[in-house]
């Protein structure tokens, strides 16, 4: 069965469907109120990130990084960020990423 991407206003979903239609489907069943930007059948049965376009350098975990600041900030998410950046050289932006989805995931 082919993997295919779907990109939605607020989502990239990763799904197996046995053709467009399907995933189209699916994604609409699941994220009925999100308009699909983009759906594309990938070469292959696997999905790989690339770690280097999502920032992450070196040996550094940046999940648990995020948390351990989520953690001494006690919660708050401005505190946490800085101290991200602090612990990781890491920009506003990324750090902002980094600690706003591990919130999302309940650190």
Known sequence: MPLFEVETEGHIIITWADDEERAS??????????KILRLTKRPRDTW????????IRGNSDP????????????????HAIRL?????????????????SNMVMGW
């Open 25 to 34: 489907t699916a994604v609409n069943e699941n994220y009925a109120h999100e």
């Open 48 to 55: 790989v990130i690339s770690k280097a376009a999502l920032g």
């Open 63 to 78: 999940c648990t990084v995020a948390r351990e600041c989520l953690a001494k900030a006690a919660g708050d998410k401005v």
């Open 84 to 100: 991200y950046m602090h612990e990781t050289g890491s920009d506003l932006l990324v750090a902002r990423k980094a600690i706003e």
